[in-house]
Each structure stands twice: as structure tokens, then as C-alpha cells.
């Protein structure tokens, strides 16, 4: 077990006392893993040797060349509008898109943790179902998208 601020002890506890799991903890690569209605996982790491707390989550796999959906995931990053000041990004190396919280261990209350903590989980859920139904769009259009029939001329003719 590694040597946990006890900060962030402190808020973990509060955390798990507030959701029914006493002994939430971070575990030995310093993460500790909250699996919510057995699909939703929410992770929460420290940043060793600093006040950095991330909460993080996965919320859907990277949207490849779907433009629609990179428009509504930078416009809820604008301002934290659609995040509750959460933000989005992109994991090129994992091909996953993460919705994430930073805490400062410096002056978060255990209230407001668990308070901020709530509402990135309705975002979470939020955007894994908006991110699911932007997938299943995007794959319904390219079904029916037929490719431009080249353009016909005069033989010889040169197309720019």
C-alpha cells in the first residue's frame, strides 16, 4: 500500500462513507477504482509528491473521423459548460475519450469533493450515453452514404 496523503485520505474516507464502501483507498499504483451500477468506473489518482488529485473516467472509445462528435465534445468543453468544469480529451494511445476532475489537495473540503465527485457522475453518464448514441448515428450514416459518382465529360477532359 503506498503512502497516502492523509488529505487525501481523509476525503477517500468520506468518500466511501458517503457511498457505503468504508475502506475506499488508493491502492498500490496509487489509483483507487470506484465501479458504479457495474459499468460506470470512475477512477481517482494522486499525483505523488504534490496537492494534484485527478478524477477521471472513460466515457466512450476515440470518435476516429466522426466530425459531428468532435464538435459536441469541444463545444461542452467550452467554459465547462457540458462538463460542470470537468474536461474532455482524448487518449490517442489508448483510443479512448475521458472526461476529467482536478482536485487540489491544498484547500478541497470533504463536502465539496463529494459534492463535485456526484456531479461528475451524472456527466460521466452523460456523455458515455451521448457518446454511444453519436457512434451509432455516425455508423447509421455511413451505411447510407454512397460514395460521389465521378464526374463524366468529354474523353480527354480534364478534371480539377
Not at 482536478?102 to 456523455?127: M, P
Amino acid at each position: 500500500m503506498p503512502d497516502t496523503d492523509p488529505r487525501l485520505a481523509s476525503l477517500l474516507s468520506a468518500l466511501g462513507a458517503h457511498i457505503g464502501l468504508p475502506n475506499l483507498a488508493l491502492n498500490d499504483d496509487n489509483v483507487c477504482r470506484i465501479v458504479l451500477d457495474g459499468s460506470l468506473v470512475i477512477d481517482i489518482e494522486h499525483q505523488v509528491g504534490s496537492d494534484n488529485v485527478q478524477a477521471f473516467s472513460v466515457v466512450g472509445p476515440h470518435p476516429g473521423d466522426n466530425v459531428r462528435l468532435l464538435h459536441k465534445l469541444l463545444a461542452g468543453n467550452l467554459f465547462g459548460q457540458g462538463t460542470g468544469g470537468a474536461v474532455l480529451g482524448l487518449d490517442e494511445q489508448r483510443g479512448e475519450v475521458l472526461l476529467c476532475q482536478a482536485f487540489d489537495l491544498s484547500v478541497i473540503t470533504s463536502e465539496r469533493f463529494i459534492s463535485v465527485l456526484e456531479a461528475f457522475v451524472g456527466y460521466a453518464q452523460a456523455w458515455t450515453a451521448e457518446i454511444l448514441d453519436a457512434e451509432e448515428e455516425h455508423a447509421i450514416s455511413d451505411d447510407h452514404h454512397t460514395p460521389d459518382e465521378p464526374m463524366s465529360g468529354p474523353a480527354g477532359f480534364i478534371r480539377v
